[in-house]
């Protein structure tokens, strides 16, 4: 009897079984040879970046967006992702070049909702804006920024806030990596979010709604929540952006690094894939980053990138 090499999961939103087979395949070498162009999409620039260096892709564009505001009096708004310790760094460098902030704008890419929609307030402590405030904020408030112009997800702010930043002439940078089921942002392959057509799931603007269960898998490994795979502590839904904040944003920057505690193991190198080279599909909301029209820059850890083979002598 032959046994089969792939199989259909009801739980997994994406089922086309040739895409995912076809985007497996895409090696290192193929990437390189796109020589920093995707594909489809001119308007995207593609890069592959050292392990060791990918950290400071995102660092040097937060700090020189920062000190240009400051330099040419100019207000920057800048949606920003998951709590990521780098943003410690980037404040202290900004301490250090004594770069004022007063015309910075913060936006919260995503925060944690419970079963009723209700969203963590700022002092939860595995929240998203409750990290940043620690990172970022506490250590630019006497750099001049406003307390005012830091707008994390809550019950008042997320309704209104694709209004915000819209009124706001629209997010200058959007900072952005996919999850397990090639969310963006909270963004899941949810029936939350899903629309008879592309244009219309493209228009949907910030709201809460449900996670998919791969995103609450993917966060109980994270230290907020203990680092071993409690998903009873993971709230089962979020509040978010919507696609058309990625889409009217004037640049993504969009990151593919992530590993287990650093090692090649890695939930993303698939996900990744069919987030940057598969069809775009509501069934992988990240993908539609391949339809928009201002720039967008990708990066890749050289482990993200690295070919998709099987490994006989690590199995478990």
């Not at 409690?230 to 690094?257: E, Q």
Request: charged share 25%; glycine share 6%; net charge negative.
């Amino acid at each position: 009897m032959s046994f089969p090499n792939t199989f259909h999961h009801e739980f997994y939103p994406f089922r086309n079984q040739a895409e995912i087979d076809r985007v497996r395949k895409i090696t290192r070498a193929d990437i390189d040879a796109m020589n920093g162009i995707h594909p489809k999409n001119p308007s995207i620039r593609l890069e592959v970046i050292r392990n060791d260096e990918f950290e400071m892709v995102m660092l040097t564009d937060m700090v020189k967006r920062i000190m240009d505001s400051d330099r040419y009096d100019k207000k920057v708004v800048m949606v920003m992702c998951n709590p990521n310790p780098t943003y410690r760094k980037v404040a202290y460098m900004l301490r250090e070049l004594g770069v004022n902030c007063r015309n910075v704008k913060f936006y919260m890419m995503d925060e944690w909702a419970d079963e009723d929609g209700n969203i963590a307030p700022l002092d939860y402590s595995a929240g998203f804006g409750n990290a940043f405030f620690r990172y970022m904020i506490s250590g630019i408030l006497d750099l001049g920024f406003k307390m005012e112009n830091f707008i994390y997800h809550s019950n008042e702010t997320t309704p209104v806030f694709s209004k915000m930043l819209e009124d706001d002439g629209e997010a200058d940078i959007v900072y952005s990596g996919p999850g397990w089921p090639g969310h963006l942002a909270f963004i899941d392959p949810v029936s939350d979010w899903y629309k008879p057509d592309m244009e219309e799931y493209l228009a949907q603007p910030a709201k809460v709604a449900s996670l998919h269960p791969l995103t609450i898998a993917q966060n109980s490994l994270h230290g907020g929540f203990g680092a071993s795979g409690d998903i009873s502590r993971v709230p089962p839904k979020g509040a978010m952006m919507g696609p058309r904040d990625a889409m009217k944003a004037k640049n993504v920057l969009d990151m593919h690094g992530i590993t287990t505690a650093g090692s090649h193991v890695t939930w993303q190198r698939l996900t990744s894939r069919l987030c940057i080279f598969g069809e775009p599909s509501q069934t992988v909301p990240a993908s539609i980053l391949q339809l928009r029209e201002n720039p967008t820059h990708i990066i890749m850890s050289e482990n993200l990138a690295a070919d998709i083979r099987d490994d006989e002598f690590f199995q478990y």
